[in-house]
Antibody
């Protein structure tokens, strides 16, 4: 079955960077895009960015444009999300999700289990 | 960016109730509207896509409707496992798929 498995929790100091991985399995990696979504404690879901796993093309929310990099390793069927210049407000659970485009309507299914990133001095 | 607004932000209901959550888009999104359920400490899971298409494995008590800017999620006969937070998402503005702010459903 289709699975997205993310790397483990991270604790970072302000100003540092974090790189979270999302390893996929159960489907042809290059056929589907991957999105990143974050959720701060007690808050809703916030779309961060997207990568076309086939072409490597990316698009980022304007909010994160200057410090977000999404990349992929096709040989490992893995997508990476790197966020730099971390501040306390970046403390959140970060999710990857596959974009399913079949049957006309695009949607996120499935999701990774989430990775907690804590930014603290 | 397309803004998504859900209402209510929270609601209290009892097992067996019929509840409706609404979602409004800041511009027409045709039927490119998805609904997700999230339980505490878990990742969201897809309930409905394309406004009214039930995801495989989701119970038939969940239903969705709407088009253009106004959408609803209805749960007919609430079950204890349905108490969760629900999010709408527009998938019209590729690939910037924004979410509503969420609706938390609590047991009355």
């Amino acid at each position: 079955q289709v699975q997205l498995v993310q790397s483990g929790a991270e604790v970072k100091k302000p100003g540092a960077s974090v790189k979270v991985s999302c390893k996929t399995s159960g489907y042809t990696f290059t056929y589907f895009a991957i999105h990143w979504v974050r959720q701060a404690p007690g808050h809703g879901l916030e779309w961060m960015g997207w990568i076309n796993a086939g072409s490597g093309n990316t698009k980022y929310s304007l909010k994160f444009q200057d410090r977000l990099t999404i990349s992929r390793d096709t040989s490992a069927s893995t997508v990476y999300m790197e966020l730099s210049s971390l501040i306390a407000e970046d403390t959140a659970v970060y999710y990857c999700a596959r974009e399913d485009y079949r049957n006309e309507y695009n949607r996120f299914d499935p999701w990774g289990q989430g990775t907690l990133v804590t930014v603290s001095s | 960016d397309i803004q998504m607004t859900q209402s209510p932000s929270s609601l209290s209901a009892s097992v067996g109730d019929r509840v409706t959550i609404t979602c409004r888009a800041s511009q027409s999104i045709s039927r490119h509207l998805n609904w997700y359920q999230q339980k505490p400490g878990k990742a969201p899971s897809l309930l409905i896509y394309g406004a009214s298409n039930l995801q495989r494995g989701v119970p038939s008590r969940f239903s969705g409707s709407g088009s253009g800017t106004d959408f609803t999620l209805t749960i007919s006969g609430l079950q204890p496992e349905d108490f969760a937070t629900y999010y709408c998402q527009q998938s019209y503005s590729t690939p910037m798929y924004t979410f509503g702010q969420g609706t938390t459903m609590e047991i009355k």
